[in-house]
């Protein structure tokens, strides 16, 4: 069945560098959705990305989807400790079900 | 408020007990989706229901089981629990059944002693 793998499992940043993390499916994927946990928190969605090659900005965040529609990135720039917390992706697999990747947890250092 | 709420936050039970876990989707949405995340294995798709009904099942043991009810609420019943069913239940909904952009309850922590 479909696999979504998510790496790194850990990301320990300083605040003020840059970050990646990646999501890569065995499969070509319709859609790939993006979320974060916070410590102690929910899934909270940030962003659906469709279109193969698709880029998407929210402030120091960059979502990008691959061109053949396997693998998706989320960049971090200039990270804060506000960015704290656990990310993850998520491909459809079938009628309105979502497979999350195991995600990557991200620990700030001031 | 995510909009999603769920009951009750936290709950301690002993092994071989029955529990329900109680979930009001956000207002407008049809689609209710139940998860459970531990330590070692993530968020782990459980069932989804759509305006009633039953639409795709996951990895849920047979002691599980969910229904929605004609209001759209929704309730996981765990029975005959097991030290290993202490996790994270996430209630999740969406507006239909293209499961865009799920909303997710703050959860129900179980913990089973």
């Known amino acids: 069945g479909q696999q979504v793998m998510q790496i790194p499992q850990y990301q320990h940043v300083q605040e003020g560098e840059d970050f990646t993390t990646y999501c890569n499916s065995s499969?070509?994927?319709?859609?790939i959705q993006w979320y974060k946990q916070r410590p102690g928190g929910h899934p909270v969605f940030l962003i659906q990305?469709?279109?193969?090659?698709e880029v998407k900005k929210q402030k120091r965040l960059t979502f990008q989807f691959g061109e053949a529609k396997k693998n998706s990135s989320l960049h971090i720039t200039a990270t804060q400790t506000t960015d704290v917390g656990t990310y993850f992706c998520?491909?459809?697999?079938?009628?309105?079900?979502?497979?999350f990747g195991a995600g990557t947890q991200v620990v700030v250092t001031p | 408020d995510s909009g999603v709420t769920q009951t009750p936050k936290h709950l301690i039970t002993a092994t071989g007990q029955r529990v329900t876990l109680r979930c009001s989707p956000r207002?407008?949405?049809?689609?209710v989706y139940w998860y459970q995340q531990s330590l070692d294995q993530g968020l782990q798709f459980l069932i989804q229901?759509?305006?009633?009904?039953?639409?795709a099942k996951g990895n849920i043991l047979e002691r599980f089981s969910a229904q929605q009810f004609p209001d759209l609420h929704s309730e996981l019943n765990l029975s005959s629990l097991e030290l290993g069913d202490s996790a994270l239940y996430f209630c999740?909904?969406?507006?239909?059944?293209?499961?865009?952009?799920?909303?997710f309850g703050s959860g129900t922590r179980l913990t089973v002693v």
């Open positions: 207002s407008g949405d049809l689609s």
């Open positions: 998520a491909a459809p697999v079938g009628w309105g079900k979502l497979q």
């Open positions: 499969t070509t994927l319709s859609n």
């Open positions: 229901y759509y305006n009633g009904e039953e639409r």
């Open positions: 999740a909904s969406s507006v239909g059944r293209d499961n865009y952009g799920y909303t």
């Open positions: 990305l469709v279109k193969s090659g």
